[in-house]
């Protein structure tokens, strides 16, 4: 193996920079994680307290492109999810709906959404357990604070 013998002293010296330069700034009181701030060895930061209301409102409407005759048993039921888990953050349940646009507004807590995801809201119409029409997309909110998704479309369960 051919080695360039220049190269052994230099990478020492750098090598040497590095440790005077780690010990100068734990001297000096600079030890601290760069990632989140806390001391080395230490616990990290309790995170910061989330600034707004404590809970929220979603409005919107949901109508069909087809006539269907709305039953005093069947129930519109809105809800928003996570779009990364799509776990349900809140829900919102109506019965006794008797024409569209059937307008709502979905109450949720702020402190239930997660830093860095995405919610949306789908819509249903039920019989019972059954889902006659929904959603065919998730419609995106800008979830933390009150917010107008405008109308929601509902198609035909096949």
Same mark, same amino acid.
């Given at each position: 193996?051919? +080695?360039?013998?220049?190269?052994?002293?230099? *990478?020492?010296? +750098?090598?040497? #920079?590095?440790?005077?330069?780690?010990?100068?700034?734990?001297?000096?009181?600079?030890?601290?994680?760069?990632?989140?701030? &806390?001391?080395? $060895?230490?616990?990290?930061?309790?995170?910061?307290?989330?600034?707004?209301?404590? %809970?929220? +409102?979603?409005?919107?409407?949901?109508? @069909?492109?087809?006539?269907?005759? *709305? *039953?005093? @048993? /069947? %129930?519109?039921?809105?809800?928003?999810?996570?779009?990364?888990?799509?776990?349900?953050?809140?829900?919102?349940?109506?019965? $006794?709906?008797? !024409?569209?646009?059937?307008?709502?507004?979905?109450? /949720? !807590?702020?402190?239930?959404?997660?830093?860095? #995801?995405? /919610?949306?809201?789908?819509?249903?119409?039920?019989?019972?357990?059954?889902?006659?029409? #929904?959603?065919? @997309?998730?419609?995106?909110?800008?979830?933390?604070?009150? &917010?107008?998704?405008?109308?929601?479309?509902?198609?035909? %369960? %096949?």
């Amino acid at each position: 193996m051919n +080695v360039n013998t220049n190269l052994i002293p230099a *990478l020492r010296r +750098v090598a040497a #920079r590095g440790a005077l330069l780690l010990l100068f700034a734990g001297a000096a009181g600079c030890a601290h994680c760069p990632l989140c701030g &806390a001391p080395w $060895g230490g616990d990290a930061p309790a995170p910061a307290e989330t600034v707004g209301p404590a %809970r929220a +409102v979603v409005r919107g409407s949901a109508i @069909t492109l087809e006539r269907v005759t *709305l *039953l005093p @048993t /069947y %129930r519109f039921v809105v809800r928003m999810v996570d779009l990364t888990s799509g776990a349900t953050v809140a829900e919102r349940s109506e019965s $006794g709906v008797s !024409s569209f646009p059937w307008t709502f507004e979905l109450e /949720y !807590s702020t402190g239930a959404l997660l830093p860095k #995801r995405s /919610y949306g809201l789908i819509a249903e119409l039920r019989a019972g357990e059954e889902v006659l029409f #929904r959603t065919d @997309t998730q419609y995106p909110v800008a979830a933390g604070h009150d &917010a107008q998704v405008g109308e929601m479309i509902l198609v035909r %369960r %096949r």
